[in-house]
């Protein structure tokens, strides 16, 4: 079904726009704004609320009864999906990456609490868990559902993340900046762009430059188009997806002290870090407008804490 060509009667949360104060954009002259996507829902937050929210319309539509989707154990994506099937009246199923743990760590806890049933598959069976015979199987065990893909990325995620363009007025930034996983959010950003202005998209994962063509087939896939001004800033990845630095730690620490934003160690963290290293370098002239949207994963801070020892 063509969802993605029909107009929204569900409006758009417009969440709040703030200016970020502080030493650093001072001194290099750039005013530094942040969406505050964080806030769109208690549960459901950031570009997760924003990728479910045509899907969540379509499956719906579709008469489904029961969402099923991917994720690791941490996942931010599990988590929005199990609260939006909660709220949303889905039955949900997650199939987890790797072997169970008990006690279940805060995020699945919290997703079991909000109705989610998890399968846990091993590593191997994990890569192949979209192929034909898995779904099959899949079927077969939990009868019809709507797939949600892992991190909830497809076209109507795309269109859920373009109406954050809707929400904003372009021509007041030079820059728009987002942290990106699977390219999805980066994606549905620059297709809301339209060509206007330069979107900088901060890989949370190793070697991301594989992002700018996902993003292209993603993009053409959504509307038939390939963009060119987005960038990929590929160099603050601490390591590797989950991976972090002291250093990076510290910035989250001395951020949500000095502004009183918290933010996450595996997505806006980085990006923000990169941020202020891109700043501090110059990288950005005196008078530059930037956007940083804050994409929410602060779920996962408990789990990190648990895990790591209270770091943040
Ligand atoms: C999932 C997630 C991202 C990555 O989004 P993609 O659309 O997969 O690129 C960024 N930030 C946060 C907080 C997320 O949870």
Redesign the pocket.
């Given at each position: 079904m063509d969802y993605a060509g029909k107009k929204s009667d569900t409006p758009s949360p417009f969440t709040p726009v703030q200016k970020i104060e502080g030493p650093v954009p001072e001194r290099h002259k750039i005013e530094l704004f942040i969406k505050r996507d964080d806030h769109i829902h208690p549960a459901i937050?950031?570009?997760?609320w924003r990728?479910l929210k045509y899907n969540l319309l379509a499956a719906k539509e579709q008469e489904h009864h029961t969402l099923l989707t991917f994720g690791g154990a941490y996942s931010?994506?599990i988590a929005a999906v199990a609260a939006a099937g909660k709220e949303w009246q889905f039955k949900t199923i997650g199939i987890i990456r790797g072997e169970e743990h008990l006690p279940l760590n805060p995020t699945l806890e919290q997703a079991r609490q909000n109705g989610m049933q998890f399968k846990y598959i091993d590593r191997n069976m994990y890569r192949e868990k979209e192929s034909p015979e898995m779904l099959e199987q899949l079927k077969r065990l939990y009868g019809r559902f709507y797939l949600l893909p892992e991190?909830?990325?497809n076209s109507l995620?795309l269109k859920g993340?373009a109406e954050m363009i809707e929400e904003i007025e372009p021509s007041s930034y030079d820059f728009v900046c987002?942290?990106?996983?699977?390219?999805?959010?980066?994606?549905?950003l620059t297709a809301g762009l339209n060509r206007r202005k330069q979107l900088l998209g901060f890989p949370?994962l190793k070697g991301g430059s594989f992002l700018k063509e996902e993003i292209d087939r993603l993009t053409e896939e959504y509307n038939g188009q390939i963009y060119h001004n987005f960038q990929l800033i590929t160099g603050y990845h601490f390591g590797g997806y989950a991976k972090w630095t002291p250093d990076l730690l510290n910035f989250i620490r001395i951020f949500k002290d000095t502004t009183g934003i918290p933010l996450?160690p595996?997505?806006?963290g980085k990006m923000f870090y990169g941020l202020y290293d891109l700043m501090e370098k110059g990288w950005f002239k005196p008078g530059s407008r930037i956007l940083a949207i804050h994409?929410?994963?602060l779920q996962?801070i408990e789990g990190f804490n648990e895990k790591f020892g209270d770091l943040i």
């Open positions: 937050s950031g570009n997760k990728k931010n994506h991190g909830g990325t995620a993340c987002a942290p990106c996983g699977t390219g999805g959010t980066l994606a549905g949370a996450d595996i997505y806006t994409t929410g994963g996962g």
